[in-house]
């Protein structure tokens, strides 16, 4: 894995009708993530957060069941356009968020550096939403369709090209609540998911060995898009979109170690940290401590 590393904080919460996420850049840098990195013989150069502007109204759903779509098309067009950059002067984006709408702009802006980018969605949610099948309108339900050429051309085209990946290049872990215009997708689709019964059933272990073994047969780059209500709330209670049922601490510390192991991550996201529903800062910390596993620190 790359030594130089970029790290992006998009202090994003318009993709959703929760307030709060908009911190989780800061709550992670607090949490120590530099010092963690540094630690490890990481170069970190951190580029500071991407401008987020705030709509005229809190609650405007905009065109075509989108909310706050100027703006959250707007930042990912920025975010898109770091990440790019910096993976042009060979360096490992790693973005902070942020509602996980910002996947749109850390996606865009990797996929154009590889022919067959694999992604890696750690999550409870599918996000394989669009306009017409979210019952919310909230853009962080739909950044892997979009991603996938489904949705908003302001947001699909992002950087002027379409789709960003594949739809067999994409492994989901996690999952437990999916909404109906998503499982059709799935169905159609055929993307690859491990919900949390098959985890239940198979193992971590498993799950991790049968998703890298998957994506390097197929793909010359991999993203990790993180986000931490893909944990149980029990463990990490200060998430944007909670959901009872989820991973624990220590099978996400596995799942990052084997992905450590394999060295197949090109960059990499954490999103979803909301500290104004947190306990003092705890998921903030376990998502340093996954960020630590993730980029090789062991016990021993």
Not at 84 to 95: A, C, G, H, W, Y
Not at 126 to 146: W, Y
């Amino acid at each position: 894995m790359l030594k130089n590393m970029s790290v992006i904080g998009v202090p994003m919460d318009l993709g959703q009708s929760r307030r709060g996420v908009d911190m989780g850049p800061s709550a992670i840098r607090y949490a120590g993530v530099t010092e963690r990195l540094e630690d490890l013989k990481y170069h970190i150069n951190d580029l500071g957060d991407v401008a987020v502007s705030r709509p005229d109204s809190e609650n405007t759903i905009q065109e075509g069941n989108l909310r706050n779509l100027q703006q959250v098309s707007k930042s990912n067009q920025t975010l898109a356009e770091m990440v790019d950059q910096e993976i042009e002067k060979n360096r490992f984006p790693l973005v902070l968020g942020g509602d996980h709408s910002i996947a749109i702009g850390s996606l865009a802006g990797t996929a154009k550096h590889y022919e067959n980018l694999g992604v890696i969605w750690y999550d409870a949610h599918g996000d394989l939403n669009s306009g017409e099948t979210s019952p919310s309108g909230n853009i962080h339900g739909m950044p892997l369709a979009v991603s996938l050429g489904i949705g908003h051309e302001r947001l699909t085209n992002i950087l002027d090209y379409a789709p960003k990946v594949k739809h067999e290049n994409i492994v989901i872990i996690g999952a437990r609540s999916l909404d109906p215009g998503e499982k059709e997708l799935i169905r159609e689709t055929g993307i690859t998911v491990y919900s949390m019964h098959e985890i239940d059933r198979l193992g971590m272990p498993q799950v991790m060995a049968e998703t890298i073994d998957y994506l390097k047969e197929r793909t010359d780059g991999v993203h990790l898009s993180l986000d931490l209500d893909g944990l149980d709330p029990e463990e990490a209670p200060g998430v944007g979109t909670p959901e009872i049922g989820g991973l624990s601490y220590r099978e996400s510390h596995l799942a990052m170690e084997m992905l450590s192991e394999a060295d197949i991550l090109t960059s990499a996201e954490f999103v979803e940290v909301n500290p104004i529903l947190d306990d003092k800062n705890k998921t903030a910390t376990m998502a340093v401590g996954l960020i630590g596993s993730l980029f090789g620190e062991k016990l021993k």
